[in-house]
């Protein structure tokens, strides 16, 4: 996207196209669906989904990676890169957006033992969608063709590295840049710098995203609450509504834990989560209330204005 026009698809080719009336790029993000006369963007047409994040910095204001995602293709790989506690995010963030949440295991071809990276991952949400496999294989296009039929829309989101843009090659049958990741930890070297839209063949649409380096939630209760699935069934069982788990009498967690029906760290990434959304969903509260509270004195002080203005 540029500042004054953006890069977009019809059903025949790419155009460039500049925006009419009050319309910015900054309304706009990678998956919006525009109606245009052929010579200017009109209007942006309504969300199915909105994929979005805590915004990078200090600020709280939350920032849109994506639209209309019907499958978000969580991409990790068979090595460092897995990381439950970020997998459990992206779920968050998928489920939150009312998306389904697919996990792409890649580098499969290169693990001794890629079962086992896919049994960790299954354990993550209930009946969660795995699959491993080599990303630079164009026979992907088969095992993932159900989720790229006619009218689907897919993104790909992870870490740097992990093959993001290697799947969409192997996707689109293009040849977008894509660089060796560092021997000793696995990390990528953040080729791709901005989210781009592709046509698949069965007439689908893919997004790539560069490599994500955090993942901030905000506002984004109910998806957590949708993956931990486990946790709220059972915290539902204490006997106070409020009960923080720690030493209440009648609390469900202690004992669950004890029989092995609750995994502990499980338990603390979900506190841990919760914790940070409430706080940046706070924020937003605080940031809605400030922008009212000046939509008041910008009123108060035209109101004013106008007054002085009509004193002969
Ligand atoms: N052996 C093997 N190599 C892979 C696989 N997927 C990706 N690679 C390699 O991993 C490296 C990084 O792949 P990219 O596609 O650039 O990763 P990316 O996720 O797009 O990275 P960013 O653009 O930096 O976010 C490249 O050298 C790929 O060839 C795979 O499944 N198997
Ligand atoms: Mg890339």
């Known amino acids: 996207m540029h500042h004054a026009q953006i890069d977009g698809l019809c ?39 909105e994929l979005g994040r805590r915004a990078k910095g200090s600020g709280k204001t939350s920032q849109l990676i994506a639209a209309n995602v019907d499958t978000l293709f969580i991409v990790t790989s068979c090595n460092a890169d897995f990381n439950p506690a970020r997998l459990e995010r ?11 949440g697919v996990i792409l295991l890649t580098k499969a071809d290169s693990c001794p033992d890629p079962d086992s990276y896919r049994a960790r991952a299954e354990r993550l949400r209930r009946k969660l969608c795995v699959l ?6 164009p026979g992907i296009a ?15 989101v992870g870490s740097s590295g992990v093959g993001k843009t290697t799947l969409t090659n192997s996707l689109t049958g293009l040849a977008g840049p894509t660089q060796p990741i560092r021997e000793g930890d696995a990390r990528g070297r953040h080729t ?13 649409w893919l997004i790539d995203t560069p490599g994500m380096r955090s993942l901030s939630l905000m506002d984004a209760t109910e998806g957590i ?5 486990d946790v709220t069934e059972l915290i539902g069982q204490c006997r106070f509504h409020d009960c923080s788990h720690q030493s209440e009498p009648g609390c469900a967690v202690p004992q669950a834990i ?12 979900w506190e841990k989560l919760k ?17 009212r509270w000046f939509g008041r004195q910008v009123k108060k002080s035209l109101a004013l204005k106008s007054r002085f203005d009509r004193k002969p």
């Not at 992206?90 to 389904?100: K, R």
């Not at 609450?225 to 699935?229: Q, S």
Request: glycine share 10%.
């Open 11 to 49: 059903a025949t080719d790419a155009v460039t196209l500049p925006m009419a009336g009050s319309l910015t790029t900054g309304d706009l993000a990678v998956g919006d669906w525009v109606l245009s006369d052929g010579l200017r963007i009109l209007r942006c047409l309504d969300r199915k989904t």
């Open 90 to 100: 992206y779920l968050a963030l998928s489920a939150d957006a009312g998306t389904e």
């Open 132 to 137: 491993t496999l080599d990303a630079r294989d």
């Open 142 to 156: 088969t095992d993932l063709g159900d989720w790229c039929r006619h009218g689907q829309t897919v993104a790909l």
């Open 192 to 204: 791709t710098t901005s989210r781009s839209l592709h046509a698949l063949s069965g007439g689908g």
């Open 225 to 229: 609450d949708a993956v931990f699935e």
């Open 258 to 269: 004890e029989d092995g029906h609750l995994d502990a760290a499980c338990l603390r990434r």
């Open 275 to 291: 914790r940070e959304d409430r706080i940046n969903t706070e924020t937003v509260a605080e940031a809605r209330e400030r922008s």
